[in-house]
């Protein structure tokens, strides 16, 4: 879980959602196509961390119990989080910084009012967590990451385009090194193709965006465990920065032509550098007004 002093530096901050995203069951998040916020929609029932001010007294009158009042304006909408949990995300601190951002977007989506699910991509398997909603299921939230540890071999595109996209309209965030022998770019058009304004957090360890390494060296695929000896010279490494230079421009081109948001994090970048970083630039976050 993120320390008390990270999360008061996220107090500061904020999902920022495209004006047209919508949700469906009432809560926070404004809608401009929904009309006006004085018109009665719904009411659902409260639960630990909702806005006491929001509460029915009628309704708890005639029911014994708390309800929220819903207006036609605050549609609740959800964070959908995919995360890659390869065996190629275990290395080089990728995990860790998948998951500390994941916590965080949480976070902030909770505090909006927002509901938040996860889908962690492993191996065969998709690991999925229930939706939580409401300040105090944050807890709950980073307990469920807690217990996902990366392992095996991930074929990002078929696994991300078969994945169940739960929860009301919003946005969906997909955190991966990126590394997948199919074609990756058919997990954020299946993310696209559920309505979701979908963002893409590329993490890459240090080691794989400055490689310092010299003479004969073994490289072991941590996904297939194939293996390659190679002399680390010069004209090696030239070509290896030249490959990733292409390999990160085809996919911030990729986000770019569909509407996807596009942050490259190295796994080493301290979190809240991540998110006023990359994550900010990219239209993300930004600070609260």
Known sequence: MLSDAVLRRLDRLQLFYPANARGGAGGMRRSRALGSSVEFSDFREYVPGDDIRRVDWNAYARFDRLYLKLFMEEQETTLFVLLDASASMAGGGKWEAARAIAEALCYLALRAGDRVCFACLRGAETLESPLFAGRAAYEKASAFLDGVHPAGRTRLGERGAAVRVRGARGMAVVLSDLFSEDDWTRCPTRLLYAQRQTALVHILARE??????????RLVDSETGEKIDLLAGGEAMRAYRRALAEFL??????????AVRYAQVAADEDLLAALLGPLTRAGMIRSRA
């Open 208 to 217: 794989e965006l400055e490689p310092d390494v010299s003479g004969a060296v």
């Open 249 to 258: 421009a085809r996919s911030q081109d990729w986000c770019h032509k569909h």
